[in-house]
């Protein structure tokens, strides 16, 4: 094996740039004669739009245009276009309002882009749009999830009644009651999703510049998929040839699946360079980000899980209503569907499972996916409702789920709800995440705490999660609008050194390392010869890009396939040049081989043949050495584990201090141990930010956003979190090439219930058995002090 191959702690090599400031950022590019852009945007969440007065703004200095919702109608340009419709039941398609890339008549949710103006600096781009008076009839705001399909509520679309996207379910629901009605004990549960807000380091951005000689157009954007945003743009908004049109995703700085959709800022800077016929330059301010990203989560929840005496799981009910905003954006109605409800089986063996969801528009900022999306949710509602059962019934909360969970031996394993778990071994990942975490010592450390006046609480929560998106027949037949296969191309060049051009997209994952693992382990081509290409829709021939946690699982797959044509070809050269049959011929270690044999040729004599051909098969094999492969799953991925959480309350103050976190976690094959220790790391900790800080507020009255910054919106800090004991218990997948499983979300998957399970253990004395996230010391304090009173 090489040494910096599958398997290996290679150190990124991508942070030699990210470290030293030379990464390439959208906002950092400069284009000749490039004009800036500025977008006004609504400041109620409600109202008609009754006149846009540019005239003072046009008269103003640096001025070059302005647009209007009005403007980009009259042009013909498109909708933005959801990319995944959802059906109720009986087949009832969901109700698909227009989302106007500017808002038009109306607007529905405070930051709702009502005018673009570009100038000849962004500081006159500004003052001009201060300058646009925009008149507004202002309307009641619908903000709360279950007033908003209360009767009498006011309607953001005329044609949408009661608020209502969909009604839609998965499950069969006569079985689940008919296992409730033989239940001898109901465990119930309401719960709230907290509502998040993505905030990748970088904010979001776009240039796009166009050249009126060739009718190319280029759009640089902070994407984490630039070939979809060419399709989507392309062809449903603006209306240009896909030939013509170029859309790069340089070094991105984080997207956690706010990149991964197409927006309205997108096209709008497109459209006004087209105009003008030159660049324009839109920067997201951070404050403007909180109003325009896309938020995550969000959803209200009834669930009751049915047990017979002895705790076995007999059924599972869950009622949603999970917020889609005031649009639909790009993949909004998938995430509290599809990506929620199959996952409610958890890792349990329970036989009936029913979700029903309610789907709707309020006025507040589009939702979508956010890490994990939709899997953190569903985990949540399991797994808090696992712990509330336990402690009426008076089991141990481990027991329980010892008695219930799948054991490893019924994998592959068919669920109640869609899902066949291919492989895993949760009871594995528990029993090790409890010794690792010292379960059995957590008493003594209670004492020693209680001794201090601390409250010391442990939380468990186990997961599985569907990832690695998605077999295109799948997600077709669930609504998917597109394919979602991926592609690689292994350029081998005559010095045997190698470029990948890859369709998914390394925001922070470390793909230019990992996928150059594959490869020197395939080819044998040493680490520093291989240089993998993203994030280019005129450098790479396609690509879904990346989210899901797919990039391995499917974009691995597709490179490890083109690799394997590479070595197929390679062979026959091989064959001919030592004049052997091509099946006597072996290639391991970058050496083709006779068998058995000490003839052989390196794998870089082998490209230098290939494109220098003078004596090679040309009757039988074309010259060069460049294969691809396109890879579409025949399943998902499913990553499992367990999580354990040690907590310390402080109950004066009610501040909740993590005193240690323990992952263990089934991803199959792991490539590089140190990507994947670090793919953890972070998306633990954005779900314990979920759990203990951050929280996206509406005032519910007039719809404003009250946590519009970084001074009320808390973000987990190095100081919030404790250094974190991770570690793998993995079983190969039977369903992806090299066994892997996705790794991308699981930490913020398995987190928020692991934490918010410590804390109601840990305040479990007061009588209290649920909280709402975040578990905020105000929040944790009033219940104490409600609890005592
Ligand atoms: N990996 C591995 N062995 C495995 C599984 C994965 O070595 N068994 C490696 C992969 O090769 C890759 C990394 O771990 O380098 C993550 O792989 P994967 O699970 O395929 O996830 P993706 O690369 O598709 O990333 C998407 C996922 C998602 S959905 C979000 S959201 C997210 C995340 O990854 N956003 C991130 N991690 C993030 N990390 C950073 N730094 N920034 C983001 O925006």
Known sequence: MSDKGIGASVRRKEDQRFVRGRGNYVSDMVRPAMAWGVFVRSPHAHATITAIDTTQAAAMRGVALILTGADLAAAGVGGLPCGWGIKGPDGTPMKEPPHPALAQGKVRYVGDAVAFVVAETAAAARDAAEAIAVTYDVLPAVIDLEGAIAPGASLLFDAVPNNLCSDWEIGDRAMT????????????????????IGN???????????DPATEKTTLWTTSQFPHVVRLLMGLFVLNIPQQNLRVVAPDVGGGFGVKQFHYAEEAVVTFAARRLGRAVKWVCERSEGFISDAHGRDHVTEAALALASDGTFLGMKVETIGNLGGYISTFGPNIPTNLYGPLLAGVYTTPAVYCAVKVVFTNTVPVDAYRGAGRPEATFVVERLVEIA?????????EIRRKNMIPKEAFPYQTPVMMRYDSGDPLGCMERALAAADHAGFPARKAAAAAKGKLRGIGLSTYIEACGLAPSRIAGSLGARGGLYESATVRVHPTGQVTVLIGTHSHGQ???TTFAQIIAEKLGVKFEDIDIVFGDTDRVQFGMGTYGSRSLVVGG?????A??????????????????????????????????TDKAKSFAEIALAAYVPHDYPLETLDPGLEEQAFHDPVNFSFPSGAHVCEVEVDPDTGKVTLIGYTAVDDVGTVINPMIVAGQLHGGITQGVGQALLEHCVYDKATGQLLSGSFQDYAMPRADDIPA??????????????????????VGTIGSPAAVMNAVVDALAGYGITHMDMPASPSRVWAAIA???R
Do not use: W
């Open 724 to 745: 974190y004991a991770v570690s793998t218990h993995s079983t190969p997948s039977t369903d992806t090439p090299m066994g892997v499983k996705g790794c991308g979300e």
């Open 557 to 561: 797959a597709a490179l490890a396939k």
């Open 510 to 512: 470390g793909h230019e």
């Open 786 to 788: 409600s609890a005592t």
């Open 200 to 210: 990748p380091m970088e904010p979001r951005a776009a240039i796009a510049e166009h």
């Open 563 to 596: 690799s394997d044509r590479v070595v197929a070809k390679g062979k026959k050269i091989a064959a001919h040049l030592l004049e052997a049959a091509v099946d006597d011929v072996e290639f391991a270690g970058g050496t083709f081989r006779v068998t058995g």
């Open 390 to 398: 336990a402690q009426e019934m008076g089991l141990d909360k481990i």
């Open 177 to 196: 009651e008919a296992a409730f009605a033989k239940a001898a004990h109901v465990a119930r549960i309401k719960l709230v999703n907290n509502r998040l």
